[in-house]
């Protein structure tokens, strides 16, 4: 199938580990997600919770194939971006969402540049009035 890239703006939550695991839980409990539909051709149940995704039964199908989406890539392997590229891309180390939105394109493709590669992501903490108010996330993943 190939790699598929995806992004996300969410809601901040304090921290961006806490934006993140509340994205990818929300993403694991969408009816609709691309995995759901692959899970039965490798012969797997759904499981019940997101924990349980990453169980050993799931190990080779995550490796192989994915999820397509935010749920395969954890905290540690999304990079924000640094203050200096923040300052070039959107004029400012605190971007508002419409700044970020002009600027990033519609699929978050002008900001591709700054992703490590497959399975790996990125994210800018988007402000309004010099409070953080929501998360951008986006990168690639899939087999």
């Given amino acids: 199938m190939g790699a598929s890239g995806w992004n996300y703006i969410t809601e901040y939550r304090g921290d961006v ?3 993140l695991a ?3 839980e929300r993403e ?3 009816p609709d ?3 759901r539909g692959i ?3 490798w012969d797997l149940p759904i499981p019940a919770t997101l924990d349980e995704l990453f ?3 799931y ?3 995550l490796g192989c194939n994915g999820t397509h989406c935010v749920i395969d890539v954890g905290f540690k392997n999304f990079e924000p971006l640094d203050p200096a590229d923040l300052v070039d891309t959107f004029g400012s180390e605190q971007p508002d969402r419409a700044k970020f939105e002009s600027v990033a394109g519609e699929h978050f493709e002008n900001l591709n540049i700054f992703l490590s590669g497959r399975w790996y992501g990125s994210y800018v903490v988007l ?3 010099g409070t953080p108010t929501e998360v951008a996330f986006w990168g690639f993943s899939g087999d």
Wanted: proline residues 8%; negative net charge; aromatic residues 20%.
């Fill in 22 to 24: 509340a994205l990818r």
């Fill in 39 to 41: 899970l039965p051709l």
């Fill in 59 to 61: 190990y080779e199908f």
């Fill in 17 to 19: 580990e806490s934006s």
């Fill in 55 to 57: 169980t050993e039964p």
């Fill in 33 to 35: 997600s691309y995995w």
């Fill in 127 to 129: 402000h309004e009035d």
């Fill in 28 to 30: 694991f409990a969408r």
